[in-house]
């Protein structure tokens, strides 16, 4: 153990005092080599201590924590700054896009200019169109031919023209529509008329288990219906739940409808997944007239008798 200066003179000073206390005076013979008395036996066998004064105890250290590993630290990448070029550069490229996209708006491509002409109805437009060489059955991104938009829309004059040009009359969308489908539901009589003259498929059912026969009946368009029915439409093609023509056009109330579809062949007894007949329909909308139509036609009478239910609004089923 090192001592520091001051514990080391404190020593020198005891040593001188222990010397004086053994000896009982100080010694000043100059002559060299001078010994000093023999200590006592008492204290030859107790010697005095080196340090008289020890130093107080250290107080004991806190206990160290574990040691933890260090988490590495990630280095920090940093932030560069986007030059100028690109930042032009993306400029550019955006009001690049913006003015393609509205010269296309002003300047189509000459397919979109005659489905636009088709949806509007605008036959010079869809004249110019195809003298810039557009394709007749040009389509829209859903498939809808141009000649099916004219159709939707009721446009006979630009219809016309597109099928004088040879345009596939029976062409489906994506919901499985053509154009008559299209022009039934929308109730245009005179444009379903112009394209069955054209063989268009009176019989084509559409995604929803639906024809153009079904959307005469189901809107009441006995003219409509007239016009199918004359190039051979089905009147018996079942509809939800078994549901038929018949059926709907009794709910409906429309006495003309069910003398026309009886008149084609339609099913007088045929039964829904319900059990429901054309005879009961009528029976329990309160309709004497058509029960009584149906009787005379050679429908059958169900075996229990129909009790008649308030009257309910027309539901489509299809």
């Known amino acids: 153990m090192q001592r520091t200066d001051f514990q080391r003179n404190d020593f020198q000073r005891n040593d001188f005092q222990r010397n004086d206390f053994v000896t009982g005076f100080r010694s000043n013979d100059p002559t060299p080599g001078a010994s000093l008395p023999p200590l006592p036996l008492a204290l030859r066998d107790n010697p005095l201590p080196d340090n008289p004064f020890p130093a107080a105890p250290k107080p004991p250290s806190p206990p160290q924590p574990p040691d933890t590993p260090e988490r590495p630290s990630t280095p920090r990448t940093p932030k560069k700054k986007a030059p100028w070029g690109q930042l032009l550069i993306s400029f550019l490229l955006i009001f690049g896009l913006i003015g393609y996209g509205v010269w296309q708006h002003y300047h189509p491509d000459p397919d979109t200019a005659l489905v636009r002409a088709a949806q509007d109805g605008d036959l010079a437009k869809a004249e110019g169109a195809m003298a810039r060489g557009a394709s007749v059955d040009a389509a829209c991104g859903c498939g809808r031919t141009s000649l099916s938009w004219a159709s939707t ?157 308030p009257v309910a609004p027309s539901a489509s089923v299809v």
């Open 153 to 309: 829309n009721g446009h006979v004059a630009v219809a016309s023209f597109l099928l004088s040009k040879g345009a596939a009359v029976n062409t489906a969308d994506g919901d499985g529509d053509t154009a008559l489908t299209m022009a039934a539901w929308e109730r245009h009589t005179d444009v379903v008329t112009l394209l069955v003259a054209h063989n268009a498929d009176v019989n084509h059912v559409n995604g929803k288990a639906g024809t153009a026969l079904w959307s005469a009946v189901q809107h009441e368009q006995p003219d409509m219906a007239r016009a199918l029915l004359s190039h051979q439409a089905n009147p018996n093609v079942p509809g939800k739940r078994g549901w038929t023509m018949l059926m709907d056009a009794t709910r409906g109330g429309s006495l003309p409808l069910v003398r026309m579809l009886a008149a084609h062949g339609a099913s007088l007894d045929a039964r829904s997944e319900d059990g429901e007949t054309a005879y009961g329909e009528a029976l329990h909308q309160h309709r004497e007239d058509i029960a009584a139509f149906l009787l005379r036609a050679g429908a059958q009478p169900p075996p229990v008798p129909v009790v008649p239910r």
